[in-house]
């Protein structure tokens, strides 16, 4: 972890660059400074003037007094490399560069981001950015950037809130947010390129910042895959929700990042399960993530996925209902006991069914306080929503509508807050939406974090086992044929089903007498991943005669290819579900592991569970459990159930190969994977390999070397 205490909490702040122009950047960053009553040093720096504002100003850092901890830099793009050699000749460890036109610009902008990087390596300086909007730290009055949601006259309020962004103008969006609803926060970085500070790095600063409850990022690629993974983590042990908008999700996505930051999106799935494994939640929307940020702030996290609706609109909580349940949410019925303890608060005309229904003849504080405390007390709920319009409500009302359960409550209000509401909704003690479908987003994304809690300590009290190591090395010469794919794999702990290679008639004959009819044959072609694509794959041979008829037909495939004849005989699998089980190196996170709808159509279906590898037999359990076919291997329509034991064996020995050769194998498929009957195991049946070029490496590993 950096230790970003001088950056982020200075006694003595730099601005290189400021100047009495009003509008330029410098000029702008000063009075930031000023406007917030920064209470440490600060020093203007310009070549040419002995004042800027009223300050004594200094022609360079080198001639400045000593002990500044942060140079806030804001002069033209060639001249920033030479102000980051005076930072290291003057001891200044931080530079907040605040100029644009490098990494993120074609032409000689990455060029001269590897020059401004390489001069604060040499000189042991970190950055932030460059094209940066700079930092906020709310608590100690610092506001060190530019920006209109950082002057004095939008000020947020000090709250538990911290916001980091790859992205100036969404951070302040995000920031702009916060402010006009009164929620509180606590520190704001704007992180830009991040040639060399990332986001991981603030992050990792906010999980440890006694000042901060909720954290939120906006990011458009993440360089330090494994850090933020550990974050994620971090995040759950200490109980401070990250919450991540991860965008690039589409070509057109992706496109724009590209031209944004000169970054690579990554593939989409894999971010999915990578912050699911480790615990951060990941939105789509700002709404969202503003809305979920302002439930949390309140400290009340649901574990459970049963939720209570109390209404005072039967349409509106029937709108509810249906969202709700969409996300995956339940709405279980009161208990007779409970419906008998409501019916003393409900008008006879309105319902004590979920949504209980106070019909707008009921309405009021107190018969909503009183049912939502029967309902928190039954133990029957885990969370509750009540809709109440925000119109003549006033806030020591909802205060007491919150002190009435000890359960995450969320307010929907049909009706859009009066104008005097506005500036305290992110005060409210019950957080309030406008939509049901905001609600249930929140409500499903919140239980997220719960059970990412509860999945950290009950793993921190009964650790799971590690899957064991596999030691035998890959070069990648292996996915040069089949033969030596086969052969590594069983090497591995994974065989496959008894299997000869042959190069004639007469050879495929003898090797299927051998295995023992009914045999499969494949045509073996170096480089040929989907036999079945060109008409390579014959079942269920039962005799001499079939298999070679096979091979004459097999050899017709191969001399259209203008490959060599050679076949693999292998030993028919019995009926079974078959599943692909996979691996990748991801450029982002490094080794990920795959299970999915296997044979022909695996593709086509696209029904896969992603971890990153690898994997112990019980996480890979949990892949299988999430998928569709999930069914037909705990034994649906009368089928036995299928062997889930085995095939997640299969799974974690799979991730840790993958592991094991992240730096020689680029991708491994089983496919398929026929799972029998409980007890009876798995047959591996197909497989293939993708060697990974020399030159290849992930953005993780380069992300994660020392500057």
């Not at 036109?101 to 990087?117: I, S, W």
């Not at 409210?428 to 499903?444: D, E, H, I």
Request: hydrophobic share 50%; aromatic share 4%.
């Amino acid at each position: 972890m950096t230790d970003l205490d001088r950056l982020l909490r200075p006694r003595a702040i730099a601005v290189v660059g400021a100047s009495p122009t009003p509008g330029s950047l410098g000029a702008t960053a000063l009075a930031t400074l000023r406007s917030y009553d920064f209470p440490g040093a600060l020093y203007p720096i310009h070549p040419a003037r002995a004042e800027v504002s009223g300050l004594p100003a200094y022609p360079s850092l080198r001639a400045a007094p000593p002990g500044i901890d942060v140079a806030v830099v804001a002069v033209a793009a060639e001249r920033v490399p030479g102000v980051i050699e005076d930072c290291g000749a003057a001891g200044v460890p931080f530079a907040v560069v605040l100029t644009s036109g490098f990494g993120e610009v074609g032409g000689d902008g990455p060029q001269r981001q590897a020059e401004l990087v390489a001069a604060a390596r040499r000189h042991g300086v970190r950055l932030v950015g460059p094209n940066s909007l700079g930092f906020l730290n709310q608590t100690d009055g610092v506001a060190a950037g530019f920006g209109v949601g950082m002057a004095g006259r939008s000020r947020p309020e000090q709250g538990a809130l911290a916001i980091v962004s790859q992205s100036g103008g969404m951070g302040l969006s995000i920031l702009n947010r916060a402010t006009l609803s009164g929620l509180g926060v606590s520190t704001f970085v704007s992180t830009g390129n991040e040639a060399d500070l990332a986001l991981a790095d603030f992050v990792e600063d906010a999980l440890e910042a006694g000042d901060t409850r909720v954290i939120v990022a906006y990011a458009e690629t993440v360089r330090q895959a494994g850090r933020l993974v550990a974050a994620g983590r971090r995040a759950a042990e200490v109980r401070k929700p990250l919450v991540i908008a991860k965008i690039g999700a589409t070509e057109a996505g992706g496109r724009a990042v590209r031209s944004h930051t000169g970054s690579l999106a990554g593939a989409d799935r894999v971010f999915d399960a990578a912050f699911r494994q480790a615990g951060i939640v990941r939105v789509h929307d700002l709404e969202d993530m503003f809305d979920l940020a302002t439930f949390l702030l309140r400290g009340r996290v649901p574990t459970g996925d049963r939720v209570a609706v109390v209404t005072q609109s039967g349409g509106g909580g029937a709108w509810l209902a249906d969202t709700l349940e969409r996300e995956g949410l339940v709405l279980p019925q009161p208990s007779e006991a409970l419906k008998a303890t409501l019916r003393a608060f409900v008008p006879d005309f309105g319902s004590v069914l979920n949504p209980v229904d106070l019909t707008a003849s009921g309405i009021s504080v107190e018969a909503f306080a009183s049912v939502i405390g029967a309902m928190s007390a039954s133990g029957e709920y885990d969370a509750i929503v009540v809709l109440m319009p925000l119109l003549d409500v006033a806030e020591e009302a909802i205060a007491g509508i919150a002190a009435a359960t000890e359960l995450p409550i969320l307010g929907f209000s049909h009706w859009l807050p009066t104008p005097a509401l506005r500036p305290r909704l992110g005060a409210l003690a019950v957080p309030y939406v406008t939509s049901p479908a905001r609600a249930a987003r929140v409500l499903a994304a919140a239980l997220g974090v719960g059970r990412a809690w509860q999945a950290h300590a009950a793993a921190a009290a009964d650790p799971p086992a590690p899957p064991e190591p596999v030691t035998v090395a890959a070069t990648g010469a292996e996915a040069a044929s089949d033969a030596a794919t086969f052969a590594l794999l069983s090497a591995a702990g994974l065989a496959m089903a008894d299997w000869r290679m042959a190069g004639s008639r007469t050879e495929a004959v003898a090797a299927a007498t051998r295995i023992g009819f009914p045999v499969a044959m494949k045509l073996s072609a170096d480089g040929l991943l989907h036999k079945s694509d060109v008409g390579g794959v014959r079942l269920g041979l039962t005799s001499a005669g079939e298999v070679g008829a096979a091979w004459d037909a097999l050899a017709a495939v191969a001399d259209g290819l203008g490959v060599p004849r050679r076949a693999l005989v292998q030993a028919m699998a019995p009926a079974g579900v078959e599943i692909i089980v996979g691996t990748a190196v991801d450029p982002i996170f490094g080794p990920v592991v795959m299970a999915g709808a296997g044979g022909i159509h695996a593709e086509v279906l696209r029904d896969v569970s992603l971890r990153l590898a690898p994997v112990g037999v019980d996480e890979a359990r949990a892949m299988l459990g999430e998928l569709k076919v999930a069914p037909l291997l705990a034994g649906a329509r009368g089928r036995p159930p299928a062997d889930v034991d085995a095939l997640a064996a299969v799974v974690s020995r799979l991730s840790a190969a993958a592991a094991a050769w992240r730096e020689t194998i680029a991708e491994i498929d089983l496919n398929p994977v026929v799972v029998l009957a409980r007890g009876e195991g798995v047959r591996l049946v197909d497989a293939a390999l993708v060697a990974r070029a020399p030159s290849e490496q992930t953005s993780e590993q380069i992300s994660e070397q020392p500057a």
